[in-house]
Each structure stands twice: as structure tokens, then as C-alpha cells.
């Protein structure tokens, strides 16, 4: 057996001088391999003339390209908040027709209006004239009142 002791600084230098130089020469040999190996390849290859790089784009006026995108995208946005626009001023102007209509009405005595939204709810003259404590002639006026007010609204 191999006493180790014995080895000193020395030796153990050289010992790790000739493993590196192993290393050394078994890389250079693999690269030296693949050099060739590229060689061989480009050979291989049929030689293409480099075509020059193709000339840049001309400048675009950045400005135009936004405000053509900016009016294709907003302008179905644009149409449909107008046409929601004159929905809603349609729907105003009607608003405004119907409490013209009611302020032009004579006021309803606090013991008809019950009556009256009884009618407007399709009771009967019976029933109006029960729930409200009044005569049934009453309630068959105060039901002619709420139909003619209906007729006269639409």
C-alpha cells in the first residue's frame, strides 16, 4: 500500500499540475472538434448572398394614426350615447307633459283619494263605497272621476 504521508507539497503540485494539464488537452481536443465539425457544416450549406437589410419604414405622423383610431372607436360609442341621449329627452319631455296634466287637474279632496286609488286598482263600487265609509252613488262617482282621468292621461 501507498504510504501518503511521504507525499509532500511538492508532489502534490505536481500530481494536481498533470491532472489540469490532462484537462487542458482533452478540452482543446473537443473544441478543436467542433470547429471542424462547423466547417464542415457551412461547406455543406449552399453559400446564399446576404441580401442588404430591407430600408426602414418611412416616418409615420403618429398624431394622424391616434386621431383615425381615436374617431374609429369612439365614434359608435358617440352614436350610441346620442341615441340613449334623445331616449331619455323623449322620456323627459313626457315626464314633464303628464305633471303639466296633473297640476292642470283640480285637487282631490283627502277623503276621495283613497277612494280613488281604490278605482284605479279595478275595485268595485260596492267595495270603495265598504272600504271608504261612503254611499255607493259616492263611489260609483269617485269610479266614472278615475275613469275618465285614465282615458284622459293616454
Sequence with gaps: MIDLSAIGWKE???IALIILAAYMGYALM????LNARQRDEVAIAPQEAVAPPPPPPPPVDLQAELDALFDARLAPLMQAIETRLDLIEDRLDGVGRRIETVNQLPPVAPQYSEALSLAARGYSAQDIAEQCGMSVGE??????????RDTGER
Excluded at 473537443?30 to 472538434?33: I, P, V
Excluded at 263611489?139 to 275618465?148: K, Q
Design 30 to 33: 473537443r473544441l478543436s472538434m
Design 12 to 14: 502534490a503540485a505536481l
Design 139 to 148: 263611489a260609483e262617482l269617485v269610479l266614472n272621476l278615475a275613469h275618465s
